[in-house]
Protein backbone atom coordinates (compact mmCIF):
# COMPACT_ATOMS: atom_id res chain seq x y z
CA UNK A 1 0.00 0.00 0.00
CA UNK A 2 1.70 3.41 -0.84
CA UNK A 3 1.48 5.74 1.55
CA UNK A 4 1.28 9.68 0.70
CA UNK A 5 3.42 12.34 2.55
CA UNK A 6 0.23 13.99 3.80
CA UNK A 7 -1.06 10.45 5.20
CA UNK A 8 2.17 8.87 6.68
CA UNK A 9 2.46 12.92 8.72
CA UNK A 10 -1.42 13.00 9.65
CA UNK A 11 -1.46 8.87 10.77
CA UNK A 12 2.58 8.37 11.32
CA UNK A 13 3.56 11.01 13.79
CA UNK A 14 0.66 10.63 16.62
CA UNK A 15 1.25 7.38 16.20
CA UNK A 16 5.03 7.36 16.68
CA UNK A 17 4.35 10.06 19.40
CA UNK A 18 1.61 7.13 20.93
CA UNK A 19 4.36 4.59 20.42
CA UNK A 20 6.68 6.34 22.87
CA UNK A 21 3.84 7.19 25.40
CA UNK A 22 2.76 3.95 25.34
CA UNK A 23 6.12 2.09 25.23
CA UNK A 24 8.17 4.29 28.11
CA UNK A 25 5.02 4.16 30.33
CA UNK A 26 5.18 0.13 30.17
CA UNK A 27 8.21 0.17 31.20
CA UNK A 28 7.67 2.56 33.97
CA UNK A 29 9.44 5.48 32.44
CA UNK A 30 8.00 9.20 32.02
CA UNK A 31 9.75 12.07 30.80
CA UNK A 32 9.28 15.44 29.23
CA UNK A 33 7.18 16.09 26.23
CA UNK A 34 9.38 17.50 24.53
CA UNK A 35 11.24 14.14 24.62
CA UNK A 36 8.06 12.82 22.92
CA UNK A 37 7.76 15.15 20.56
CA UNK A 38 11.23 15.10 19.27
CA UNK A 39 10.96 11.29 19.04
CA UNK A 40 7.46 11.16 17.09
CA UNK A 41 8.91 13.99 14.58
CA UNK A 42 12.37 11.91 14.68
CA UNK A 43 10.34 8.63 13.66
CA UNK A 44 7.90 10.19 11.42
CA UNK A 45 11.33 11.68 9.49
CA UNK A 46 12.41 7.64 10.14
CA UNK A 47 8.91 6.36 8.53
CA UNK A 48 8.81 9.03 5.63
CA UNK A 49 12.30 8.03 4.38
CA UNK A 50 11.67 4.04 4.58
CA UNK A 51 8.49 3.78 3.41
CA UNK A 52 8.53 6.86 1.26
CA UNK A 53 12.14 6.86 -0.04
CA UNK A 54 13.27 3.47 -0.27
CA UNK A 55 9.93 1.68 -0.28
CA UNK A 56 10.78 -0.91 1.83
CA UNK A 57 7.35 -2.80 2.73
CA UNK A 58 7.43 -5.11 4.83
CA UNK A 59 10.92 -4.51 6.43
CA UNK A 60 9.54 -1.51 7.41
CA UNK A 61 7.98 -2.58 10.93
CA UNK A 62 11.45 -4.08 12.06
CA UNK A 63 13.35 -1.32 11.06
CA UNK A 64 10.93 1.87 12.99
CA UNK A 65 11.44 -0.62 15.98
CA UNK A 66 14.91 -0.97 15.76
CA UNK A 67 14.57 3.18 14.80
CA UNK A 68 12.30 3.74 17.54
CA UNK A 69 14.47 2.18 19.91
CA UNK A 70 17.71 4.15 19.12
CA UNK A 71 15.65 7.15 19.44
CA UNK A 72 14.40 6.61 22.88
CA UNK A 73 17.93 5.39 24.03
CA UNK A 74 19.80 8.66 22.19
CA UNK A 75 16.76 11.12 23.49
CA UNK A 76 15.41 10.07 26.67
CA UNK A 77 18.77 8.77 27.37
CA UNK A 78 18.02 5.04 28.49
CA UNK A 79 20.28 2.06 28.03
CA UNK A 80 19.69 0.06 25.18
CA UNK A 81 17.89 -2.83 27.00
CA UNK A 82 15.13 -0.47 28.10
CA UNK A 83 14.96 1.33 25.02
CA UNK A 84 14.38 -1.96 22.89
CA UNK A 85 11.98 -3.62 25.57
CA UNK A 86 9.92 0.03 25.60
CA UNK A 87 9.79 -0.07 21.66
CA UNK A 88 9.18 -3.84 21.61
CA UNK A 89 6.10 -3.35 23.88
CA UNK A 90 4.86 0.20 22.17
CA UNK A 91 5.15 -2.17 18.83
CA UNK A 92 3.56 -5.35 20.30
CA UNK A 93 0.25 -3.44 21.53
CA UNK A 94 0.18 -1.47 18.06
CA UNK A 95 0.24 -5.04 16.05
CA UNK A 96 -2.57 -6.06 18.15
CA UNK A 97 -4.47 -3.34 18.30
CA UNK A 98 -4.29 -2.83 14.49
CA UNK A 99 -4.81 -7.04 13.52
CA UNK A 100 -7.70 -6.96 15.77
CA UNK A 101 -9.20 -3.84 14.20
CA UNK A 102 -9.07 -4.88 10.89
CA UNK A 103 -10.13 -8.92 11.60
CA UNK A 104 -13.75 -6.49 13.19
CA UNK A 105 -14.16 -4.46 10.42
CA UNK A 106 -13.66 -7.33 7.88
CA UNK A 107 -15.49 -10.18 9.93
CA UNK A 108 -18.34 -8.24 11.27
CA UNK A 109 -18.55 -5.55 7.95
CA UNK A 110 -17.94 -7.91 5.47
CA UNK A 111 -15.04 -6.09 3.93
CA UNK A 112 -12.00 -6.96 2.31
CA UNK A 113 -8.95 -6.14 2.91
CA UNK A 114 -8.22 -4.49 -0.41
CA UNK A 115 -11.43 -2.31 0.15
CA UNK A 116 -10.42 -1.53 3.53
CA UNK A 117 -7.09 -0.29 2.42
CA UNK A 118 -8.37 1.29 -0.41
CA UNK A 119 -10.81 3.28 1.21
CA UNK A 120 -9.31 6.68 3.02
CA UNK A 121 -12.34 6.88 5.55
CA UNK A 122 -11.95 3.15 6.38
CA UNK A 123 -8.31 2.98 6.72
CA UNK A 124 -8.18 6.13 8.69
CA UNK A 125 -11.15 5.41 11.05
CA UNK A 126 -8.90 2.46 11.66
CA UNK A 127 -5.73 4.15 12.37
CA UNK A 128 -7.38 6.59 14.51
CA UNK A 129 -9.12 4.27 16.92
CA UNK A 130 -6.09 2.11 16.81
CA UNK A 131 -4.61 5.53 18.29
CA UNK A 132 -7.10 6.06 20.38
CA UNK A 133 -6.93 2.63 21.92
CA UNK A 134 -2.83 3.09 21.67
CA UNK A 135 -4.00 6.05 24.11
CA UNK A 136 -6.12 5.00 26.62
CA UNK A 137 -4.00 1.99 27.04
CA UNK A 138 -1.07 4.32 27.96
CA UNK A 139 -3.22 6.17 30.65
CA UNK A 140 -4.61 3.18 31.89
CA UNK A 141 -0.84 1.63 31.91
CA UNK A 142 0.39 5.04 34.10
CA UNK A 143 -3.11 5.15 36.12
CA UNK A 144 -2.79 1.52 37.70
CA UNK A 145 1.18 1.32 37.59
CA UNK A 146 1.70 -1.59 35.54
CA UNK A 147 5.13 -1.90 34.85
CA UNK A 148 7.23 -4.14 32.71
CA UNK A 149 10.84 -2.63 33.10
CA UNK A 150 11.46 -6.26 34.73
CA UNK A 151 11.58 -7.37 31.15
CA UNK A 152 14.70 -4.99 30.67
CA UNK A 153 16.88 -6.80 33.44
CA UNK A 154 18.30 -3.62 34.97
CA UNK A 155 17.85 -0.07 35.55
CA UNK A 156 16.46 2.61 33.31
CA UNK A 157 19.38 4.56 33.06
Same mark, same amino acid.
Given at each position: ?9 L?G?P???L ?6 G ?20 GL ?15 L???L ?23 F ?6 E ?17 V /?????? /?????? /? ?5 F ?22
Open positions: MELSLVRIIIFESLLAYLGLLVGINTDLSNYLKVGLLHTVIIIRGVFDIYGLHTLLGLLAMLLKLIVELNLQVAFAAALLGVVLVLLAGLYLLVINYFSFTLIE /SESLPL /SYSIAY /STQLLLLIAQASRFFEIDFSDLAGEEHA
